[in-house]
Structure formats: C-alpha cells, structure tokens
C-alpha cells in the first residue's frame, strides 16, 4: 500500500493546485496531486492570458519565490505588454497573451517530469480526519490515500453549475467535470461555505471578423519575459500574435438592455455573489448607464486555432441576444460564435478560518488555496497555491510556516486580506491594495522575495546567485552615480537636452531631474553602459524615488513593529478588560497571529490595539 501513502497531497490541478504540488515536490515531499481530468491541468478556462496590472505582479513576485506560472507563461506566449507605462514604475505590471492548449501541455509535463510528484485523475469525496488532524482524503473510486498534509485547491468546480440565459448545466467551466461531494464534505468538516459567481465572454471564429474595422494591438519590442530567469534576447526576431480594440455603443445597449427580463442574473437565475471589478456586460450598462461604450480586447486564443476570446463581454445572456449583440459592434457584425459566454456558480469557503500560512486552524495539516478561498484570477490562485504548498511541505518538516506579509509582496496583500478581512465576492488583487506599492513593484520582485525562496529549499542556487549579482551591482552603480560627476562632453549633450546649464552636478543629482533618464547617459557613459539593464533600472528608481522610497520605508519599519508582536493563539480576548464587546467577539472569532493583523480586522479599532499593547506588555514584564 506504500503507493497510497505520501507526505502531502494537492487536491486539484489548477493554477493553484500546480504551484503547491510542485512546491511541495521540489522541497523534497512526496506529492501526491490528484485532478478530475487530467486533461485539464493548469488549463485557462477564462481569457488565455496571463498578468495584467497588479496580477503581473504576482506573477513575478511567483517566479522570484522559485514558483512556476512565470516561467510557462514565457514559454508559451503570443504576446507580451507592460501596461501603465505613462504612470510611475509601482504600476507598472506585464501582461501575456498565451497559446491556451500549449500552455496547459506545457504545465503539465512540469508535473509529469518532476520528482517525488505523482499526479493521477480521480475525484476526493472527503478529507479524512483522525484526533483532529488530517490524514489523508478518499475518492470516490473508494480509494483512501494518507498524507499529514492535505492543500485543498478545488477552483470553481465545487457544485458548479454554469447558466446560459435559460439553459442550466450541473457541470464545471466549458463543459468540464465538477466535484459534487467534497464542498458537502468540507461543510461538515465546520468551513464556513459560500456561493460565488463568475462569467466568461464568447469565443467567435476569427476568420469571420473585421480587422480593418477594429484598432490593431501589438505587442512590445523589445518585449519583456515574466521570470527573471528568462533571457530576453531569446525573443530577438520573436513574431507576436495581434490582438484588436473595439467598442460597444448604443445599439449594443439597446438590445442588452431589452433583453434583461431574459438576463438569468437580474431574473433571480443566478443566486452566487458576482465579480464587482469585473462586472458582465450586461451588468456593465445597468451600473454604468451613463457610458455611452465599453472597451473590448478581440485576443487569440492559440497559435494554432482561429478562436478569438472577446474580453470585455462576459455574458450570461441567452445565446440568440449574445448573436445579436455583437453583430452590431464594429469588426463583429458578421462574427460567428465558437462558444457561447457563460456565468459559472461555484462553492467556495470562507478564508477567515485559515492562518496567514492558509491552513485552517482548528484541522492541523488542512490547507487551502485559490478560487476556492474566495479570490478570482489565475495569478491570485497560483499565489495562493505556491504558499500552501511550501507550507504544507514545513509543516511536514515540523518547520515554522513562510509568512509573508504585507510590506513583503503582492502575495501577502493577498493572503492577508483573504484570511483576515475575508470577501463577500470573488476577490481581485489590485495595486490601490497594496499600502507600499512603491516598494513592491515587479521590477524588483527578485530582490525582494529570492532569499525566502532560497531558504524554504525552492528558489535553486542559480536564481539564488543571480539575484545577488542584482543586487550587488545595484549597490556599486548607485555608488558611482553618486559620486562621481560626468565629463564635460556629457555635461554639454545633457544641458542642450533640458535646456538648462548642468555644470558641476554628480549623475544621480542630474538623473533626479524628470527630463532625464540613466539610458542615454549610458550612451554617453562606457562604465554606466557595462552594468545589466536590470541593474540600471533599479539604480535609476532608487534615485528618482529616493525621498518616497525612504518615507515608505519608515512606514514598512513602523508596521513591523506590530507584525512582530505576536498574539497567543489561545488567548480568551473575553477576558482582558478594557476590550470593546465587539473588538473581543471579533478577537476571539479571527484569532490573529500578530498585533498587525489583529488592527485590520473590521471592528476592531486602533483603541482596542492600544489596550492589547498595554495588555502584552505587562505579559512581557510578568514572564
């Protein structure tokens, strides 16, 4: 029975379920990853694309851990953009069109060829608990399969159903199998359980639209991968798919709008909590009744098939209105649907029962991770499940779980927000979430999480001493910059640039100046030109930001103080005087890990923070 019995098994194969299992994999566990069809591993069940603004973030902030997602999706790209270029480096964010089946192949020979990890197709019916601790899970083969660590990563396929106008179909996204026992099971087990709703748009063939009719969109040269590991010359000559604007207008609206007695979300069809930041389009008119268009991406969905994915028009609207629709926008008027948009309902739990290393804290060993934890988006689930899976690994190891934390990354913006305010819908990840965005910002994700990667056993060497070289290079061309003054030849082709006499000045006190950036002063400087482009840019925001960065670096050292101040897991809050009611039944639900994240939790104000202060304190001084 020994091939049923392993350190840790991934219950799902999505974007989360793949970056836990290989996490776990890659550390040294035996893994056991178990999908409902194999066939469908990491597979792209909304728009084929990867990254965006904040979820780039993510991404690189994943591979810069030792995860996976950045890496595939370099592989696998179509095209490549960095959005927010017109606004400062914290937003920044890449995002890729990728090849849909290649993709999903690509992932899954990662599972297939990695070491001490199996993956087989059946479906859990129940996670097995003994003395209150998981063991394992069985299926519904019957078979039982034990582990001391168990990552729940279900997706959106937990008693799914997906609605089209009036036609109902008890299954999972684009037809796929849904899992009909284990959000029962899980509800028994006391995890709070929620319904959520999503949607996808219709996918039309591509040979019946209007390019010319459409605004052309391409992609970046040079273009820049997602994983730092990537070399990006390998792109040189690289031939990027196009993609197409356009736009709804009023004849659009006026069918939608006629049409919303047939609409399954505003005829009480649809019972699951929307997106709110990514509303349908028939949401879309009734929010926005005041826009006069919508946007819409016509973006491919394969190198090798003419499909065309419409974002911007997610729908659940009957079929013949969806036809109708579109056949009034322009480069649409003739399009012919391939698939017809979807809304999907789903179970999904509540995140507040799990600890910011996301395993739930009355199961010791039970650990959840993406959609099924309230969030939406593939980079969010792949966060999620990356974090899972080096946890559920320590914890086999009897290690301290990895915490990241809010001043770390993206990623603890999002688990914190997850477990300690919860989501009453679907979840995005957002840049305005994040309260030291200047300092998170993808271009330096690589210095900022690779030694958490590297210690945990997941980040390889090579990562490793690259990030180093960064970061020391960082270091010595910020030296030189700031001592050392340019030649006068510079100096001259510099003034004429800004029209302005720049005699006398170091390079970082010219580079300050908005006018200028450190590329054409490499141009004209042979010891600035001789350091990477990454370690230019980095030098470059450093010094343009410095008086920022150095204001947000307090505020991140302020906020540690109370992130490193932790909370008794056992504490009775009912117990400490002083405590408003509502702080102490708050307090006692959410049981905190620390001081910071006790002062997130809603109603919980900063009174009650200084009554616990005091409260540790005087434990500190009796111990």
């Known amino acids: 029975m020994s091939d049923r019995i392993f350190d840790v098994i991934v219950v799902g194969a999505g974007h989360a379920g793949c970056e836990a299992a290989l996490a776990s994999a890659r550390m040294g566990l035996r893994t056991l990853c178990l999908t409902l069809q194999i066939d469908s591993v990491a597979y ?121 106008g009036e036609y109902v ?33 219709p996918r039309v063939d591509g040979k019946t639209i209007d390019p010319e009719a459409m605004q052309i969109q391409r992609g970046d040269e040079p273009l820049h991968p997602f994983s730092f590991l990537t070399d990006a010359t390998a792109y040189d000559g690289f031939e990027q798919d196009v993609c197409y604007l356009t736009y709804t207008n009023a004849q659009t609206h006026a069918i939608l709008r006629a049409n919303l007695s047939r609409s399954p979300m505003y005829g009480g069809v649809i019972e699951g909590t929307g997106a709110r930041y990514c509303p349908s389009i028939e949401d879309k008119i009734v929010r926005f009744a005041d826009k006069d268009r919508h946007q819409l991406f ?19 609207m009957p079929y013949d209105v969806q036809i109708e629709a579109l056949h009034t926008i322009p480069g649409l008027t003739h399009a012919r649907i391939v698939r017809p948009g979807y809304a999907i309902e789903y179970d999904c739990m509540d995140g507040r029962v799990c600890t910011l290393g996301l395993m739930v804290r009355h199961i010791p060993g039970l650990f959840f991770a993406g959609q099924v934890v309230g969030s939406s988006g ?9 974090v899972a899976g080096i946890n559920a690994a320590r914890f086999v190891q009897q290690k301290d779980p990895l915490i990241l934390t809010r001043m770390d990354g993206y990623i603890g913006v999002l688990i914190d927000d997850l477990v300690t305010k919860g989501t009453p819908e679907p979840y995005r990840m957002m840049t305005a979430r994040a309260e030291y965005r200047l300092l998170l910002r993808q271009d330096n994700a690589d210095l ?21 070289a960064k970061r020391t290079g960082t270091a010595s061309l910020l030296d030189y910059l700031r001592k050392t003054k340019p030649p006068a030849a510079c100096v001259r082709q510099l003034s004429e640039q800004v029209g302005d006499s720049l005699s006398g000045a170091t390079w970082a006190k010219l580079l300050v100046r908005p006018q200028l950036d450190i590329e054409p002063m490499a141009a004209l400087e042979p010891h600035i030109a001789a350091y990477a482009p990454d370690v230019r840019q980095q030098a470059e925001i450093e010094i343009k930001y410095e008086g920022y960065l150095a204001r947000q670096q307090r505020d991140i050292e302020r906020q540690a103080r109370m992130e490193h101040r932790p909370l008794p897991a056992d504490l009775d809050y009912g117990q400490i005087t002083g405590l408003r009611i509502e702080a102490k039944q708050k307090l006692n639900a959410a049981k905190p890990s620390n001081l910071g994240q006790a002062s997130r939790i809603s109603g919980v104000s900063p009174a009650d923070i200084a009554v616990l202060s005091v409260y540790l304190e005087r434990k500190e001084q009796q111990a």
């Open 169 to 201: 179909q008890q299954t999972g996204p684009a037809g796929l199998m849904r899992s009909s026992f284990l959000g029962e099971q899980l509800a028994f087990l006391d995890i709070p359980m929620r319904r959520f709703k999503t949607g996808t748009p």
């Open 378 to 386: 593939y980079e969010e689930a792949a966060a999620q499940g990356l």
């Open 44 to 164: 792209l069940a909304c728009n084929p694309a990867v990254g965006g603004t904040s979820k780039g973030h993510l991404v690189r902030e994943i591979d810069a851990l030792g995860g996976q997602m950045g890496r595939t999706a370099d592989q696998t790209l179509l095209q490549m953009r960095m959005l927010n270029l017109r606004k400062g480096p914290a937003v920044h964010s890449s995002r890729a069109q990728v090849d849909k089946q290649a993709y999903a192949q690509a992932m899954r020979h990662e599972l297939e060829s990695q070491p001490l990890l199996t993956l087989l197709q059946a479906e859990v019916s129940e996670v097995c608990v003994r003395s209150g601790r998981v063991c394992g899970v069985k299926t519904t083969y019957g078979l039982t399969y034990e582990a001391p660590a168990v990552v729940i990563a279900a997706g959106v396929y937990m008693n799914s159903r997906i609605i089209t």
């Open 298 to 316: 016509i973006e491919p969905e394969g190198r090798y098939t003419d499909e065309r994915y419409i974002q911007g028009f997610s729908t659940s």
């Open 448 to 468: 900022r999480l690779t030694q958490y990667g590297y210690d945990v056993g997941l980040a390889s060497e090579a990562r490793y001493q690259r990030m180093q």
